[in-house]
């Protein structure tokens, strides 16, 4: 006995579950066939059954029988008049699902037998010929692809908003000057545009990770059956077209074990998780009273309960929490798959709630931080002031003594230290140093090189590809409307 610790106790008495479980003898599955004679116990009931997650997958399963039906039909394995009642039953099917009509029964396990249970209701026997050729093993394996691929079909949508709002702000803030960070030690000046531009490019190479899982899981395992194949001649071709797979699976095997494609969605997922957080951190510190270079307004931060001063950014703390429960779904699939032998075993019955919790996390982070983007007000007062504060024009002195006097890199990196140390010395800022002092160090510096520790000169001379300056943020803006939008400005 077990007492949880401000609640009623947990009873894990496994011999009064099984006088439990026993006390009646249950009636044999129907779904099994002749082969049992009596039921599950209760707990092996609960613990055997899917549908309270694997419901997701109805218009997926809907999809697949319908598809499964005409090529039964088209190969002369079912009879048209049968082919025409399952479809019509599947459709009644589908639209009470949809309408909230559909009972969801635990005792059919799945989603699969769900449907086809009802199936049998509407149309009598025509119902039992839909499993022909066909296993739950291949069909949830196909379901379940579909279902992945539209997910990553939305979350794509998602990521591609998100980067509209940030080329948006950052076309907008081109030339906003910001300090630039190594080690969260302000480093060089650079331009909030810029900065919010290495964000699209985080979230361009999640979008290409999502799109290459999305090519790779676009085969079809239907027509694997359990594991061998089916013994009737289907048309594997027909159904995968019908789905818009780009081909059957080749191996019957390993189509129905294979679980790659769930695992690849949720390793892609995990780092966009991990790209999220960074954001999301970034609104954390920025609009901490620290740096006060954001505000975020009551749309997406809370109060305190005692404090009547605060307004804290929960909603980006929470997108920050929320990547280790895309890391930890990946973690979990990948222990479930790592010592299972070919081809199916019930464990990978496991693979379906962290994924559909994945999807359902993502679309929920993304909404909110594509909201934080667009409603953030940024200072960018404070953001320039924070920017002149340190000492970044020691390396525009060193690289003005490399372009203008031919001095190796090394000598005038020591000659840029030199002068920030006698900045320290005398308690002002470099751009405070007189030309004799700027000598006495190193003689080839002229009037000319005091004009470079100016921090708009910082901010535009850095103007190669890839770069900070105003100029070329605006026309990455530009390039990266096409690249990721279709040219969209919105």
Same mark, same amino acid.
């Given at each position: 006995?077990?007492?949880?610790?401000?609640?009623? &106790?947990?009873?894990?008495?496994?011999?009064?579950? $099984?006088?439990?479980?026993?006390?009646?003898k249950?009636?044999?599955?129907?779904?099994?066939?002749? *082969?049992?004679?009596?039921g599950?116990?209760? =707990?092996? !009931?609960?613990?055997n059954?899917?549908?309270?997650?694997?419901?997701?997958l109805?218009?997926?399963?809907?999809?697949?029988?319908?598809?499964?039906?005409? $090529?039964?039909?088209?190969?002369?394995i079912?009879?048209?008049?049968? #082919?025409?009642?399952?479809?019509?039953?599947?459709?009644?099917?589908? =639209?009470e699902?949809?309408?909230?009509?559909?009972?969801?029964?635990?005792?059919?396990?799945?989603?699969?037998?769900?449907?086809?249970?009802r199936?049998?209701?509407?149309?009598?026997?025509?119902?039992?010929?839909?499993?022909t050729a066909?296993?739950?093993?291949?069909?949830?394996?196909?379901?379940?692809? /579909?279902?992945?691929?539209?997910?990553?079909?939305?979350?794509?949508?998602?990521?591609?908003?998100?980067?509209?709002?940030?080329?948006? *702000?950052?076309?907008?803030?081109?030339?906003?000057?910001?300090?630039?960070?190594?080690?969260?030690?302000?480093?060089?000046?650079?331009?909030?545009?810029?900065?919010l531009?290495?964000?699209?490019?985080?979230?361009?190479?999640?979008?290409?990770?999502l799109?290459?899982?999305?090519?790779?899981?676009?085969?079809?395992?239907?027509?694997? @059956?359990?594991?061998?194949? =089916?013994?009737?001649?289907?048309? *594997?071709?027909?159904?995968? !077209?019908?789905?818009?797979?780009?081909?059957?699976?080749?191996?019957?095997?390993?189509?129905?074990?294979?679980?790659d494609?769930?695992l690849?969605?949720?390793?892609?997922?995990?780092?966009? #998780?991990?790209?999220?957080?960074?954001?999301?951190e970034?609104?954390?510190?920025?609009?901490?009273?620290?740096?006060?270079?954001?505000?975020?307004s009551?749309?997406?931060?809370?109060?305190?309960?005692?404090?009547? !001063?605060?307004?804290?950014?929960?909603?980006?703390?929470?997108?920050?929490?929320?990547?280790?429960?895309?890391?930890?779904?990946?973690?979990?699939?990948?222990?479930?798959?790592?010592?299972?032998?070919?081809?199916?075993?019930k464990?990978?019955?496991?693979?379906?709630e962290?994924?559909f919790?994945?999807?359902?996390?993502?679309?929920?982070?993304?909404?909110?931080?594509t909201? $934080?983007? #667009?409603?953030?007000?940024?200072?960018?007062?404070? $953001?320039e002031?924070?920017?002149?504060?340190?000492?970044?024009?020691?390396?525009?002195?060193?690289?003005?003594?490399?372009?203008?006097?031919?001095m190796?890199?090394?000598? %005038?990196?020591?000659? &840029?230290?030199?002068?920030?140390?006698?900045?320290?010395?005398?308690?002002?800022?470099l751009?405070?140093?007189?030309?004799?002092?700027?000598?006495?160090?190193?003689?080839?510096?002229?009037? %000319?090189?005091?004009?470079? /520790?100016?921090?708009?000169y910082a901010?535009?001379?850095?103007?190669?590809?890839?770069?900070?300056?105003?100029?070329?943020?605006? =026309?990455?803006?530009?390039?990266?409307?096409?690249?990721?939008? @279709?040219?969209?400005?919105?």
């Amino acid at each position: 006995m077990a007492a949880g610790r401000h609640g009623a &106790a947990l009873n894990f008495d496994s011999d009064k579950i $099984m006088a439990k479980d026993n006390a009646t003898k249950p009636e044999a599955s129907s779904i099994w066939g002749g *082969r049992f004679g009596g039921g599950p116990a209760e =707990a092996m !009931q609960r613990i055997n059954a899917s549908i309270g997650f694997d419901n997701r997958l109805y218009g997926q399963d809907i999809a697949g029988s319908l598809a499964h039906a005409d $090529m039964l039909v088209a190969t002369g394995i079912i009879s048209a008049e049968d #082919g025409a009642a399952i479809a019509a039953g599947l459709k009644d099917i589908l =639209a009470e699902i949809e309408a909230g009509k559909f009972q969801f029964k635990a005792e059919l396990e799945d989603i699969h037998m769900n449907i086809e249970a009802r199936l049998g209701e509407l149309i009598g026997d025509a119902a039992g010929r839909l499993h022909t050729a066909r296993s739950r093993n291949d069909q949830v394996a196909t379901d379940f692809r /579909l279902w992945v691929r539209d997910a990553l079909d939305d979350l794509d949508a998602g990521l591609e908003a998100m980067q509209a709002a940030l080329i948006a *702000r950052a076309e907008t803030h081109a030339a906003s000057i910001m300090p630039g960070f190594t080690h969260l030690q302000t480093a060089q000046p650079v331009t909030l545009g810029h900065h919010l531009l290495a964000y699209v490019e985080m979230f361009g190479r999640d979008r290409s990770r999502l799109a290459d899982c999305r090519a790779r899981m676009n085969e079809m395992p239907l027509g694997s @059956g359990a594991l061998a194949g =089916a013994s009737f001649a289907i048309d *594997r071709d027909q159904t995968a !077209q019908a789905l818009g797979f780009d081909r059957p699976t080749a191996n019957s095997l390993d189509a129905v074990s294979d679980r790659d494609f769930a695992l690849e969605y949720l390793a892609a997922a995990a780092i966009l #998780g991990v790209h999220l957080s960074r954001l999301a951190e970034e609104f954390v510190l920025w609009s901490s009273e620290a740096f006060g270079f954001v505000a975020l307004s009551d749309a997406f931060t809370t109060g305190s309960s005692m404090l009547p !001063q605060k307004r804290n950014p929960d909603g980006a703390e929470l997108v920050r929490a929320k990547s280790g429960r895309l890391i930890g779904a990946l973690n979990s699939l990948l222990i479930v798959m790592k010592g299972l032998p070919l081809a199916y075993s019930k464990d990978m019955q496991e693979d379906k709630e962290p994924v559909f919790e994945t999807a359902d996390t993502l679309a929920l982070c993304i909404a909110a931080m594509t909201g $934080m983007i #667009g409603d953030a007000n940024f200072d960018t007062g404070a $953001m320039e002031r924070a920017a002149s504060l340190a000492e970044t024009g020691a390396v525009d002195i060193a690289d003005w003594l490399v372009r203008e006097q031919d001095m190796a890199f090394r000598s %005038a990196h020591h000659v &840029a230290g030199q002068l920030v140390r006698l900045a320290e010395e005398k308690g002002c800022g470099l751009a405070d140093l007189s030309l004799a002092d700027l000598q006495n160090i190193e003689p080839l510096l002229t009037a %000319a090189a005091q004009k470079v /520790l100016d921090i708009n000169y910082a901010v535009q001379v850095r103007s190669s590809f890839g770069g900070t300056a105003p100029g070329r943020v605006k =026309a990455a803006c530009k390039e990266a409307r096409a690249r990721f939008l @279709g040219g969209r400005s919105k």
